[in-house]
């Protein structure tokens, strides 16, 4: 059975930085987004190595979706490529079939943002600023209005998030898994070109990568929070 690639993540832990490096590692890998989501994502590409349609996808998300990443990985296999899709926590319900089949068959990166606590601020930024990524080295950052955080829902984000990063490393403990943390990779792209390179073990790239995604956030925490004082126990490493 060919092997497929799966990054497993949370929302604003870096999974779009990681998959723009990995592509301009690999260019001619296929490459998709939140395709396992019920709301799908990357039609458009998924058609073009499949042709199936956005219905048909939608579908086999809802119904098949092991079925829906076999069809993705065995296309793409028959063009000498390889398949990495992302997928959160969240999208798909524990007793899915398709965790298993990860597990079972196809190599697992998590990638984790040790401090929760950036993960839970940077919902919040991206949901004040209505964006949820930056392009473009020379624009200006979107303006962010202090924010006032509630202890109780911060409490709870980071628990929950705990429980995601303990279960997923219990479930693939016995799987083609490697971690990867957001904060070693974020410096600079040639940092995560590096990481990339060795979690796949492929040699370096020849030529140099840039690429016009950017971080969205320009203030420390405690400049965005107006109460950071009542919340600045959270603002740790977890993992």
């Keep these: 059975m060919p092997k497929g690639n799966i990054l497993l993540s949370s929302a604003r832990s870096g999974t779009n ?13 296929f490459v998709a987004k939140e395709i396992f989501r019920p709301t799908g994502d990357s039609f458009a590409l998924i058609e073009e190595l499949t042709g199936l349609n956005k219905d048909e ?6 119904t098949e979706p092991v079925e829906l990443w076999q069809k993705i990985v065995s296309a793409a296999e028959a063009e000498e490529r390889e398949a990495l899709a992302k ?19 196809d190599k697992v990166i998590h990638l ?28 200006a950052p979107t303006e962010v209005e202090p924010l006032v955080l509630n202890r109780s829902e911060v409490r709870a984000f980071l628990d929950k998030q705990r ?3 303990d279960y997923a490393r219990t479930f693939f403990a016995k799987a083609d898994y490697a971690e990867l943390f957001y904060e070693d990779i974020a410096d600079s792209v040639d940092t995560c070109v590096k990481s990339i ?19 969205q956030k320009d203030k420390s925490n405690q400049e ?11 603002d740790c490493f977890l993992f």
């Design 57 to 62: 996808v939608l579908a086999l998300v809802a």
């Design 163 to 165: 429980d995601h990063v």
């Design 112 to 139: 984790i943002r040790r401090n929760a606590f950036d993960v839970f601020l940077s919902h919040k930024v991206a949901n004040q600023t209505g964006k949820w990524q930056e392009f473009g080295k020379n624009k």
């Design 224 to 234: 965005l929070v107006a109460n950071y004082d009542d919340v600045a126990e959270f």
């Design 197 to 215: 390179c060795t979690v796949f073990e492929r040699p370096l790239p020849s030529h140099p990568i840039s690429i016009g995604l950017r971080k």
């Design 87 to 105: 997928i959160f926590y969240y999208h798909v319900d524990k007793a899915d079939p398709l965790w298993a089949h990860f597990r079972d068959n």
């Design 17 to 29: 930085y990681f998959l723009t490096a990995y592509s301009k590692c690999f260019p001619r890998n």
